[in-house]
């Protein structure tokens, strides 16, 4: 949207407040546009370094060649700027909206548009459909989508994460209501349990999103949320680090390996989340996110967005 | 990587029974993508005595929905590696029962009890790399024809020409040999 003519007149540009804040519909467009591109395409580094570092540790020759055959991939679809999987997936954008931040288009809409678009020039396969009928919208726009997570925060801040998930994953994600006094055991068998029936379903090897506590909806949330956490960052909390460097090994022991084809990798890597829940609640989400995993994050700069990940 | 042994469709029960799980294969010539939605389509028809627009006898299905692009020339496959085959196992065994395909290729197998079955019926279950789509849209020269496009794009029949698609491992043989039981 051009600025109002009479309103820019009367902007001093020298120092002004305003125009530092403002992010301009065009701008957020051919970021989104950027980052559904950049992931439907290539992986963040350190799924890549995971891969390649969890191949050297393959014994098995049809474990190798699994992994043989995802880098083969994945340098292809960056050379031909090609979707590395078909499944090209869903959209869930978590954005932190600064409240001095200045927008005059509504994000929701706009990002809906956006998708409808890159479903067209990318391309991206249509996926969704009505849940009942089962009939496909044909341009990835539809009630309720893209799923978006606004939180709100102080100053002018604006990060946007976009994670992309095919349904494969997806469809093995799962919500325990555990009693509230199980413990730390339960939990673990719980996203063991899950690991183990989901196989090859997957397509491992996986990283296994854990929600510990809130709520129902709480929990689904922090263990999506988990899967935006790159694989080289560690846990802040002591005690949650342990329970992933320790679901990791118990995960990798099961023997599903990549692609669910045998081997010693089944997860890339555990992360855990938690939130303080009611007295009688222990709520326990899993979320798997394939080998494939697909992110994106931006940031504002200045009055710019810029695409952080994946370089 | 070592050397893959070639399959041409339409596979015979003795190139078919040669197979051994664990061996690593590839495919050349005419391959056909159906699943969940074609796969009732076409039990629905095979069952009331009417036939599918194309013979699959001896033929390989590939569970998948391929990602394609229009081009000057037609529709390009973009990507296209294999979805997750267990969602067709309540329709499996019927389906290759029915139609007398001589292979699957899909990911993540089918269960224990559709693996035994399927060794009975003399067909194989060949396990592409989920995800890989730009590789497995490398080895599709042509898309030869789509039927039943009313179901959606990643639902529909494609029939696909391909040139040394793989590496496929085989998962299932006909000796009852299963990759993914541990």
Known sequence: ?311 | MTKLIELRPPLNDKKIKQLKAGDTVSVSGTVVTARDKAYVRALTLLRSGKKLPIDLHGGIVYHCGPLAKKTARGLKIASAGPTTSVRLDSMQVEFVKRTGVGALVGKSGVNEDVARELARLDCVYLAFTGGAGVLAAQAIQRVKKVFWRDLGPAEALWVLNVKKFGPLVVAVDTKGNNLYQR
């Not at chain 1, 093995?172 to 199980?182: D, G, V, Y």
């Not at chain 1, 938690?274 to 996110?289: D, G």
Request: aromatic residues 4%; positive net charge; charged residues 25%.
């Open chain 1, 1 to 311: 949207m051009p600025p109002n003519p009479t309103y820019a007149k009367d902007i001093n540009y020298d120092d002004s407040f305003e125009l530092d804040c403002m992010l301009t519909e065009n701008e957020f467009r051919k970021t989104i546009i950027e980052m559904l591109r950049r992931a439907a395409t290539t992986l963040p580094k350190d799924v890549i370094n995971a891969l390649k570092i969890s191949k050297r540790r393959e014994g098995n020759k049809i474990a190798r060649l699994q992994f043989d055959c995802m880098l083969k991939n994945l340098k292809l679809a960056r050379k031909l700027g090609a979707p590395i999987c078909q499944d090209t997936g869903t959209f869930t954008f978590f954005i932190e909206l600064g409240s001095e931040l200045e927008l005059d288009f509504d994000i929701r809409q706009t990002l809906s548009e956006v998708i409808g678009q890159a479903t067209r020039v990318i391309p991206l396969r249509p996926n969704l459909v009505d849940p009942l009928t089962r009939k496909n919208t044909g341009t990835n726009m539809g009630e309720g989508q893209p799923v978006l997570h606004l939180e709100p925060m102080r100053g002018k801040r604006l990060r946007i994460d976009l994670l992309v998930k095919g349904a494969g994953a997806e469809n093995c994600s799962r919500l325990f209501m555990l009693k509230p006094t199980a413990g730390e055991e339960a939990v673990k068998r719980a996203v063991l349990l899950t690991v183990e029936e989901a196989g090859g379903q997957p397509c491992p090897p996986t990283i296994v999103g854990v929600g510990i506590g809130g709520s129902t909806e709480v929990a689904c949330l922090l263990a999506k949320k988990a899967l935006l956490r790159p694989l080289s960052s560690k846990n802040p909390d002591k005690k949650l680090a342990r329970m992933e460097r320790e679901l990791t090994d118990a995960a990798n022991g099961l023997g599903i390996g990549p692609m669910g084809l045998g081997g010693r990798t089944t997860v890339l890597g555990v992360h855990i989340a938690k939130a303080t829940c009611h007295t009688a609640s222990l709520p326990v989400a899993v979320n798997l996110q394939c080998w494939a995993a697909r992110r994106a994050s931006a940031r504002l700069v200045g009055d710019k967005l810029r695409v952080e990940v994946p370089r």
